[in-house]
Each structure stands twice: as structure tokens, then as C-alpha cells.
T-cell receptor, first 113, second 114 residues
């Protein structure tokens, strides 16, 4: 059974700092890995999706990497802003034929002005 | 109204009540999902529907009963719930079910069972 772990559970950084959020998964046979953002009282917003054949994806100040062999993914946020404060979730999709998107518990990020 | 909407946003119910959660997507998608997000636990998939047909039931107790009358609407009927069912219930949709599809989430219904 796939398990997804995110460490740390919470992170506080000053504005302008670059930061890295970590995600690890136990079963390397994934189809893709996705990063989401969740704001308090709101649903999830998809940030980046990395296919298993890809090494990284970029969107603006966000860069996500994937290393299937080590079971790890990272989300890099450049020049953090207070508006980046949210909970960041990663989720692994198993092979084709399953709908079970397995989520981590998330990392709660606070960017201090 | 755009995206995925959910009503009500907050719900308090007793263990003997019957209530329903509603989800509507305005994206023309074919797949819809119910998730449960409990405090201190990862988001858990409950049900998946594709073109009004249930394609996955992730070992959810029968006190939760989903209904998908058409591809734009999804309901979760609740009856005789337990306090441990208190959670944020999220609805999502995607163009089609399965991997490779980005899921779009609604804001959720915060449920408290007394």
C-alpha cells in the first residue's frame, strides 16, 4: 500500500527566502505525482503535476522535482511571499487502472512579512 | 458560477439526522469524486463517478450513500453518522477519471456530528 510522507509538518520562513518542501513515497511504481495548495477553509488547488517519466516541472516561482528511484519529490518555492502561506500537499498516483490518489498530510507554510 | 461548488459550506447534525451534501461542477467534466479530510489524517478518497457510474467505492461505511444523477451533480447522503465522521468533505472533478488528469476541488463542506 502506497504511503506518502511530508516533512516538516509546519515551516515558517521570512519573506523573500527560497525554500524546499519535501515529499516521500514508499512505492516507486507511480504514474505521476502532484502538488496541491490548500488555503484555510478552502479546497485544493493543483500546482504542478509531474509524470513518472519526467524529472521536474516548473510554473512561475515553483519548481517540482521527482526522483522515483529514491521515492522523493521536492517543491521549491523561490523568493517566498506572504501570499504563499498555505498548506502544501503532495499526492502520488499509482499505475493505470486505479483512481486512488494517495495524499500526504501536508506541510503548513507560513511566510512572515 | 464557475469551477466546483459545494453546499452547504458548514453543517452540524445529530447522530440520528439525515442530511445531504451537494456538489456541482461547471467545467464540463466527466468524472467526480468525494474525499474526506479529517484532522491530522491525509485526504482519503471515498467515491469516484465516471459519467454517472460509480467506478470506485473505497471501503466506505454504508451510512454514506453517494448519488450522481448527471455528470454535473454529485450528492453524498448522510444518515446515522458517528462523531468520528466529523471532517471536511471535499468534492472534485476531472475531465476523465484516472491518472494524468488534474482534479479540480470545491471549497468543501465542514461537517460536525454531535
Amino acid at each position: 500500500k502506497q504511503e506518502v510522507t511530508q516533512i516538516p509538518a509546519a515551516l515558517s520562513v521570512p519573506e523573500g527566502e527560497n525554500l524546499v518542501l519535501n515529499c516521500s513515497f514508499t512505492d516507486s511504481a507511480i504514474y505521476n505525482l502532484q502538488w496541491f495548495r490548500q488555503d484555510p477553509g478552502k479546497g485544493l488547488t493543483s500546482l504542478l503535476l509531474i509524470q513518472s517519466s519526467q524529472r521536474e516541472q516548473t510554473s512561475g516561482r515553483l519548481n517540482a522535482s521527482l526522483d522515483k528511484s529514491s521515492g522523493r519529490s521536492t517543491l521549491y518555492i523561490a523568493a517566498s511571499q506572504p501570499g504563499d502561506s498555505a498548506t502544501y500537499l503532495c499526492a502520488a498516483y499509482p499505475g493505470a487502472g486505479s483512481y486512488q490518489l494517495t495524499f500526504g498530510k501536508g506541510t503548513k507554510l507560513s511566510v512572515i512579512p | 458560477e464557475t469551477g466546483v461548488t459545494q453546499t452547504p459550506r458548514h453543517l452540524v447534525m445529530g447522530m440520528t439526522n439525515k442530511k445531504s451534501l451537494k456538489c456541482e461542477q461547471h467545467l464540463g467534466h466527466n468524472a467526480m469524486y468525494w474525499y474526506k479530510q479529517s484532522a491530522k489524517k491525509p485526504l482519503e478518497l471515498m467515491f469516484v463517478y465516471s459519467l454517472e457510474e460509480r467506478v470506485e467505492n473505497n471501503s466506505v461505511p454504508s451510512r454514506f450513500s453517494p448519488e450522481c444523477p448527471n455528470s454535473s451533480h454529485l450528492f453524498l447522503h448522510l444518515h446515522t453518522l458517528q462523531p468520528e465522521d466529523s471532517a471536511l468533505y471535499l468534492c472534485a472533478s476531472s475531465q476523465d477519471p484516472g491518472p494524468g488528469e488534474t482534479q479540480y476541488f470545491g471549497p468543501g463542506t465542514r461537517l460536525l456530528v454531535l
